[in-house]
Structures are given as structure tokens and as C-alpha cells.
């Protein structure tokens, strides 16, 4: 264990700067949801580019506790950026 107050070793710095650039595209994903809504074509896209190629129909499950099921997956979508659960799977 690295003693507090030092910086990160390099492999941690790797892993912080990873983790911190997948939280960014996220957060980025999200807005343009927000902004321009499912429809968009450039959302669209990016919801099959996470389901391999297709918008999975509704309704979607998960395990989430007090939240079983969402009418589709841009609920579901939505749900995961009000929360910023961004990695939330079903």
C-alpha cells in the first residue's frame, strides 16, 4: 500500500486516467441523450453500438432493488444518467 499523500505509481495513474476516460464518454453519451432525445439517430447508434447492434424491445429487466423493469431500454437508458449508474447492466 502506497502511503497517503503520495502520488499514484504509474500502472495506478493508467488505471485512474481509464477509468476517468470511460466516465467522461459516459457522461457525454448522456448528454446528448438528455439533449436531443432517443430518436436521434447519433443516440441511436450508440445504444446499438452497446447492445451489439440492436435496441433491445421493451420492457428491460434488471436487478436493481425498487426498480424491476423499465418500458424500454431508453427508460432504462435515462434511469442509468439521472443516476449516473452509467455502467448499470440489465
Known sequence: AQQPGTPLSDQEYH???????????????????EL????????????????HGVI?????CSE???NPFFRNF???SLY???TKQYF???
Open 15 to 33: 488505471h485512474f486516467f481509464k477509468f476517468l476516460r470511460i466516465t467522461i464518454q459516459a457522461s457525454t453519451a448522456c448528454h446528448l441523450r
Open 36 to 51: 436531443y432525445g432517443c430518436k436521434n439517430s447519433l443516440v441511436q447508434r450508440l445504444d446499438k453500438y452497446e447492445n
Open 56 to 60: 433491445p424491445p421493451g420492457p428491460i
Open 64 to 66: 436493481l432493488p425498487g
Open 74 to 76: 431508453c427508460t432504462f
Open 80 to 82: 442509468r444518467c439521472i
Open 88 to 90: 448499470l447492466k440489465v
